[in-house]
Each structure stands twice: as C-alpha cells, then as structure tokens.
C-alpha cells in the first residue's frame, strides 16, 4: 500500500516537471487537423488501479483489497487513421494486494481504438480496448478475455511530446467449468502518461 502512494505521489509531483521541460524556444505551429494518416504515437503510462465491483454466481461481493488501491503501468501504440480515428495495440501489467498479503497480478495484451478530440493543444482521446488477460493470483492461474473503455486529457507540449492524465474502466470475467463459480470483476485505473509523437 505504502510502495504504491509513494509511486503516485511521485508520478504526480513530476508531472509539472514533465510540462516545464519543454523547448521554450520551440515555435511550431498547432492546428486541430495536426494528425493524418500515418502519424503514429507510442504512450508510457504509469499510475494507480482501484477494484470497484466484483461479482460471483450473480451477486456483489466485499473485496479483500487494503486499501483497494494497486499499480498499473502500460505501453500503448496508436496508429492514425485521420485527424481523430486512431487504432493500436497495449500491454499492460497490475498488480494489487489483499488483506492476507497475497498478491494479484495481472498481464492484459490487447487491441485498442478510438476517438480523439483537439481543442487547441489539448487532445481528449476516447478509447475502447479487447484481449486476453493472464490473471496469477495465490498459485492459481486463469487466462481469460477483458474489455476496457477510458478517456485521457493530453497537452500538446510540442510536436514530438505530450503529457496526459488518463481514467479507464476494466472488466475481466472468469468463466470457469463450474459456472457456479464464475467470477466478474470490475476495475478503475487513474494514471499519468508521457506521449511520444512520430
């Protein structure tokens, strides 16, 4: 619990460093149609995961995360299709503890598109992801799909970086052969990320 506040307070006390470093001297021009086919960008994310609802056999269950708080780091890659369509890949590793001082780990790999909107040089990109997901938790190991929704605000810092802030949504189901046992758990990642243009 501590190691992950500590991680977040750092990653949000460097963000405005990250803003500062800038070239001041860097006079290139914005414009909302920036983006057109071909430009690519490749996004390092890094942050904090808070379980929200999990269910098994169809009712709500108490976690048994303290607090429900883990960390979350992930490598995206963007392809864009216009000025605002874009579609790419992720990875993505979580880890989050419990009350026993166990660990869950998850590995999610997927495919990604979406939406984005540039309002001067803030980008509001609206995305929905797809993949399979390795779950490790206590021994046990499950392999199953996740689907995920998110939004970000990134500030055009110049032509080849952005800073951003970033929320998604997370769903991983757990079918298993005893569908008694199935399993739906539910996750929100907050995190900050630095965007490489190219």
């Keep these: 619990m501590h190691k992950a506040g500590a991680v977040l307070l750092i990653l949000l006390t460097s963000f405005p460093i990250l803003l500062a470093a800038q070239d001041e001297d860097n006079e290139w021009d914005y414009y909302e149609d920036l983006y057109a086919i071909g430009d690519q960008t490749f ?20 976690d048994k ?4 708080v883990g960390g979350i780091g992930s490598l995206c890659y ?27 780990f998850m590995l999610p790999v997927g495919i990604r598109g979406g939406y984005q909107f540039n309002i001067w040089k803030i980008e509001i990109p609206v995305s929905i992801g797809i993949g399979m997901a390795l779950h490790r938790f206590n021994n046990q190991g499950h392999f199953g799909m996740y689907l995920k929704g998110g939004v970000s605000a990134f500030y055009r810092a110049n032509e080849i970086w952005s800073f951003g802030i970033n929320t998604n949504w997370y769903w991983f189901p757990q079918w298993v052969e005893d569908k008694t046992k199935n399993a739906y758990g539910n996750f929100l990642d907050l995190t900050i990320s630095a965007r490489y243009h190219f």
């Design 43 to 62: 996004i390092i994310s890094l942050g904090t995961i808070f379980p929200t609802i999990l269910r098994i056999n169809g009712e709500t269950v108490k």
């Design 65 to 68: 995360f303290v607090p429900p």
């Design 78 to 104: 963007n392809y864009y299709i216009n000025a605002n369509i874009f579609a790419g890949a992720e990875i993505s590793g979580i880890f989050i503890q419990t009350l026993a001082n166990n660990t869950l």
